[in-house]
Structure formats: structure tokens, C-alpha cells
């Protein structure tokens, strides 16, 4: 059985990294796997594109075509493009409706698996210690900070230990950010200054010529 120091730092950077990505590009790729895997989904919303790439061929041909010199052919056109815009619009209206559910249903999910569990872990395991500190080595009132709420006195507590875990891992994913762009914004002017320099030369060759 894993500890429950790794537990909670496991929880608390599966939450950061929720988090940063964003719930919608979550759900997105939920989505996706799901089609895959669901062929009735994919299938319908195939069949949705299709339908709207025949409104936009029907809707095309109509405003190529004269009403009035051409009203027969106009005329079923017409038909044909309300019956794909009434086809179009109902299956995307059902189509949205699920999706609805489905993200509905999917942060549900991952709530209960990244929240829900570390509220669940807190109660839980609120009066365990998940290790010792040796005595002394901080005041009495630093003690029973680090034991908050009902951890033993002189021990650290599933609460606190999350919330160290939650603040390293912000410190060190803002720090590798930053980083990250730095090391961009060094390399998009190493490249300016590379334009720059053949942009001189070749204003001094044309000046030699």
C-alpha cells in the first residue's frame, strides 16, 4: 500500500495540474476519447457535418439560382435546404444536450477522484500522524500549528502536509514557467538579432555593388 505522504502529494499535483490545463481542455479530450470508443457518438456526429456541409452546398446553389428565371429549380432547392437546416438543427440540439451531460458527468467524476478524495483522506486520517518532528526542535504553539487540527502534538497532519505539498508545487510549476518563457523570450531575440545582422549585410553588399 502506497503512503499516504505520497497519497497526498500525488492528489495535491493531480489537482495543480487540473488546475493549470484548464477544465475544457480536460473535457475536450475526454470527449474525444469517448467518441473514439463510442461508435453511435461518432457516427451522429458525422452525420452532423455532413448535414451541414449540404446546407452550405444547397444554400450555394440557391443564390446561384434565379427565382425568378429559374423558380422550379429554385423552388426544390428551397425544399431541400429547409428540410437539411430542420435535420441539422435537431441533431445538433441532441448533440449538445449530451455533451452537456457528458462534461456534467465528467466533472462530477473528477471531483470525487481529486477534491472529494482529499476531503474524504482529511477526515479520515484528521487525528493520524503521518511522521513525528523530534522534540524541540520548534515552540510548542509551532507544534501544535503543524498538528492542526487533531493530529498528536509534536506530529505533522494530513491538513498541513497537503498544504505544504500544494505550495511547493506552485512554487516549482511557476518556477519552471518562468524558465520556459525566459528561455523563449532569449531565443526570439537571439533571432531578431541574427535577422538583423544579415539584413545589414545585405544592405552593405548592395552598397559595395
Given at each position: ?31 474525444a476519447l469517448f467518441r ?49 437546416v430542420t435535420q441539422y ?121
Amino acid at each position: 500500500m502506497p503512503s499516504l505522504l505520497v497519497v497526498v502529494f500525488q492528489l495535491q499535483l493531480l489537482i495543480h495540474l487540473i488546475n493549470t490545463v484548464g477544465v475544457p481542455a480536460i473535457n475536450n479530450l475526454l470527449w474525444a476519447l469517448f467518441r473514439k470508443f463510442s461508435p453511435s457518438t461518432d457516427a451522429s456526429i458525422t452525420s452532423q457535418t455532413k448535414l451541414r456541409a449540404e446546407v452550405v452546398r444547397l444554400s450555394k446553389e440557391m443564390n446561384s439560382t434565379s427565382s425568378q428565371d429559374e423558380f422550379a429549380k429554385w423552388a426544390k432547392l428551397r425544399r431541400q435546404h429547409d428540410k437539411a437546416v430542420t435535420q441539422y438543427d435537431e441533431q445538433a440540439s441532441s448533440l449538445k444536450e449530451f455533451k452537456g451531460k457528458f462534461d456534467k458527468g465528467a466533472s462530477i467524476v473528477r471531483w470525487l477522484g481529486t477534491n472529494g478524495m482529499r476531503m474524504v483522506l482529511q477526515f479520515w486520517c484528521a487525528k493520524r500522524p503521518l511522521f513525528w518532528i523530534p522534540r524541540g526542535w520548534v515552540p510548542w504553539y509551532v507544534e501544535w500549528l503543524l498538528a492542526f487540527p487533531r493530529a498528536p502534538r509534536g506530529s505533522v497532519s494530513i491538513q498541513i502536509w497537503g498544504i505544504a505539498c500544494a505550495t511547493v508545487i506552485q512554487l516549482v510549476g511557476a518556477a519552471v514557467v518562468a524558465t520556459w518563457v525566459l528561455g523563449q523570450t532569449r531565443r526570439q531575440e537571439r533571432t531578431q538579432k541574427v535577422k538583423v545582422s544579415m539584413r545589414d549585410g545585405t544592405r552593405e553588399r548592395k552598397k559595395e555593388l
